[in-house]
């Protein structure tokens, strides 16, 4: 694994899609031309990353129609579908899912490695996330009565993803759960007859995924939909109080969190998180026009410090700069947003010396 500075930077996962990259996501099928075009994106989102002075970056996710519907590569069971409550396309579970050929991730993977010079991280979906957004009672109940059980067989092809990435050679595996984060909410835990029993079985399916690797690094994002500041949806309130007991069980060495969102910048809560947890902060506002600067993101920083040792603490946006195939963001923007990031822990890490 690579060394890391103290402070290394970071993304969450996902970056911008410029326009042709959308067509060529939505092309039927691909010809050797239409994969070197992509190989060819996928390179300038790397150098984007590493331009703007990141220590750990990603391929932005440029390759996958959605970081939920991605499990559709990987098992034969799914359905591609419109969603009538809102138009938007919908992956659904409908039959019993079957193994496909693995490796759509790790090609991901590979090809990463291959270009990056930083630290690299590759992104997975957690397995009770897909539940909540794949599964569904009528058009899902020939194959999975029960949403749990469909929950449980996403274990394995993504288990066999993390094996093959494993072998590449990659830093961090990210398992993206903003299900679980949303039970900060009051509104969200009274819509659940046991919400804790709920979030133990997201942290009891996200340890399944992980159990029995070494050799790589494990991370948990953890947000409250702050894609909702580009769609216009809720942002889910709260601090982490009513999920640290489940968060302190997950069986990974990282988590990567919200900061500048109200409710999660709680360093109360923060503070009473397992000491082993390297903590990614969320100190960079994804937040369309929003800008950031070096001295305001040193600033977030500094409060963390007051409560969490400063080897503990790695920087990153508060969630990706994409979040949904709908979502229109400034490629440019972003780029600065990074730059600002990591002139910030440079700033951090001279001024500690």
Not at 49 to 73: C, F, H, K, N, P
Not at 183 to 193: K, S
Not at 199 to 227: P, Q, T, W, Y
Not at 293 to 313: F, N, S
């Amino acid at each position: 694994m690579i060394a890391l500075p103290l402070f290394p930077a970071s993304v969450v996962g996902s970056l911008p899609r410029p326009q042709h990259v959308r067509e060529l996501i939505d092309k039927a099928s691909w010809d050797e031309a239409d994969n070197h075009a992509m190989d060819a994106a996928v390179r300038y989102a790397v150098s984007l990353q590493e331009m703007a002075g990141l220590d750990v970056v990603t391929d932005g996710e440029w390759r996958r129609r959605s970081y939920i519907g991605v499990i559709a590569e990987l098992a034969h069971g799914f359905a591609l579908e419109v969603n009538l409550a809102d138009g938007r396309p919908w992956t659904v579970v409908t039959e019993k899912l079957s193994p496909k050929e693995a490796g759509f991730i790790a090609n991901e993977a590979k090809f990463l490695k291959s270009v990056a010079r930083a630290g690299t991280k590759i992104t997975l979906p957690a397995p009770a996330l897909l539940g909540e957004r794949l599964w569904h009672p009528v058009r899902s109940r020939g194959a999975y009565p029960n949403r749990d059980d469909f929950v449980r067989d996403c274990v394995e092809p993504l288990r066999r993803e993390i094996e093959l990435i494993r072998r590449i050679g990659i830093d961090i595996v990210q398992i993206d759960d903003p299900h679980l984060c949303l039970f900060v909410d009051p509104d969200v835990r009274r819509g659940y007859e046991d919400p804790d029993r709920a979030a133990d079985f997201a942290v009891e399916m996200i340890n399944a995924l992980v159990d029995g690797f070494s050799g790589i690094k494990f991370a948990v994002h953890l947000c409250r939909r702050a894609g909702a500041r580009v769609r216009g949806e809720k942002h889910h309130a709260g601090t982490y109080g009513p999920i640290l007991a489940q968060l302190n069980r997950l069986k990974v060495q990282h988590l990567t969190m919200e900061f500048t969102a109200a409710g999660a910048d709680d360093l109360e809560s923060l503070g009473r998180l397992r000491e082993d947890f390297e903590l990614g902060l969320g100190v960079v506002d994804v937040t369309p026009g929003e800008k950031q600067t070096p001295e305001q993101i040193v600033a977030r920083v500094d409060r963390a410090l007051t409560r969490i040792d400063a080897k503990r603490i790695t920087l990153n946006p508060d969630c990706g700069f994409a979040p949904g195939s709908a979502a229109r963001v400034d490629l440019d923007e972003v780029y600065l947003k990074l730059s600002a990031e990591a002139e910030a822990a440079r700033r951090l890490r001279a001024r500690r010396g």
